[in-house]
């Protein structure tokens, strides 16, 4: 079992920058992969960049290449999302997300979630 809560959204001007923390609990997180996913009003939940416990390796959607970085620290059981060069499309609700094992990113594949915390873009 995991608990996944997220936090560090809220409004930011365009180009701007913003971190996003999130607190994880579970004795297996170390283990987990984790990812960020994000979802606009009427619109489908969407990968956003995902990390594995293994070597460490990221992943990004294409859309936030270069922008975006995604890292964990095992030691306090958090994962961190930083944005930077923010852009209005950005704007949606961002969650955090755990997967017992990696399957891939697809947002129908993983096992555990936040509530999300809202990103605001404006121009």
């Known amino acids: 079992q995991v608990q996944l809560v997220e936090s560090g959204g809220g409004l930011v001007q365009a180009g701007g920058s913003l971190r996003l923390s999130c607190a994880a609990s579970g004795r297996t997180f170390s283990m987990y992969p984790m990812g960020w996913f994000r979802q606009a009003p009427g619109k489908v939940r969407e990968f956003v960049a995902g990390?594995?416990?293994?070597?460490?390796?990221?992943y990004y959607a294409e859309f936030v290449k270069g922008r975006f970085t995604i890292s964990r620290d095992n030691a306090e059981n958090t994962a961190y999302l930083q944005m930077n060069s923010l852009k209005p499309e950005d704007t949606a609700i961002y969650y955090c997300a755990a997967d017992s094992r990696y399957r891939g990113w697809h947002p129908d594949v993983m096992d555990y979630w936040g509530k999300g915390t809202l990103v605001t873009v404006s121009s």
């Open positions: 990390i594995r416990w293994s070597g460490g390796t990221t």
